[in-house]
């Protein structure tokens, strides 16, 4: 059947995300509501080089295991917008992976078929991204999007058990559900890097931290 597998896919992200029993507010069963849990109740923050909190909640002395994904789309977009340049993915690398253990790293970006763009993932692949590619889609309204919201909340929940923290780059307050959930449900923290005039505020207050990009962490 036509869109049934975008039918299922979301059907996953609202089983995942939601829990088949919870209840949204104001349903018809008053007795249960969904809960997320407060600034006060996020994992605090910690050097990644000397000690951190797991996802049991459990105080060790070991390097933090992280998850990396990065709406590349988003992230072009946001640079270009404020600042008029790229983002400078090898100092992004360096700086979170510093003194912690990288678990996963995932790139999403668009499929336009052109040497810039293949050269682009080219260097993406060789920094230690997976990159994974979506064709652009052309909407009613004439404008084009790869929509990869689906498919990176996807990994991210698959991801979120197998690691301490999530670290997200992007400014999409689509996401800001889904990083509250793997708190309440895995106990995984979350940092989110975003320009700060273009990130929503769904998503820097659902992140336990939120990590500006400026001028450091940009091509020159």
């Known amino acids: 059947m036509p869109g049934s597998a975008n039918i299922r896919a979301f059907a996953l992200i609202f089983v995942g995300v939601f829990g088949l029993s919870d209840k949204i507010p104001g349903s018809e069963n008053p007795g249960v509501s969904v809960k997320c849990q407060s600034k006060s109740d996020k994992i605090p923050d910690s050097d990644p080089k000397i ?33 008029q340049a790229n983002f400078d993915y090898n100092k992004f690398w360096a700086e979170i992976t510093e003194g912690r253990e990288l678990v996963s790293a995932i790139a999403y970006a668009t ?22 590619l979506k064709p652009m889609l052309k909407r009613k309204d004439g404008t084009s999007k790869a929509d ?10 698959e991801a979120a058990p197998l690691c301490d923290t999530v670290i997200l780059a992007s400014g999409d ?18 940092e989110v890097y ?27």
């Open 51 to 83: 000690s951190h909190t797991n996802h049991r909640g459990v105080f060790i002395s070991q390097p933090q295991k992280i998850s990396l994904f990065v709406d590349v789309q988003n992230i072009y977009s946001t640079c270009r917008q404020a600042y």
């Open 111 to 132: 499929d336009r078929g052109d040497t810039k763009q293949m050269e682009f993932q080219a260097i993406l692949r060789a920094i230690g991204f997976e990159v994974k």
């Open 194 to 220: 975003g320009v700060p005039a273009l990130t929503s505020d769904l998503l820097t207050r659902e992140a336990d931290k939120f990590i500006p990009i400026d001028q450091r962490l940009l091509l020159r």
């Open 173 to 190: 307050g689509d996401f800001g559900m889904l990083l509250a959930r793997i708190r309440q449900r895995f106990g995984t923290g979350s």
């Open 148 to 157: 990869w919201d689906v498919g990176i909340a996807l990994d991210v929940f």
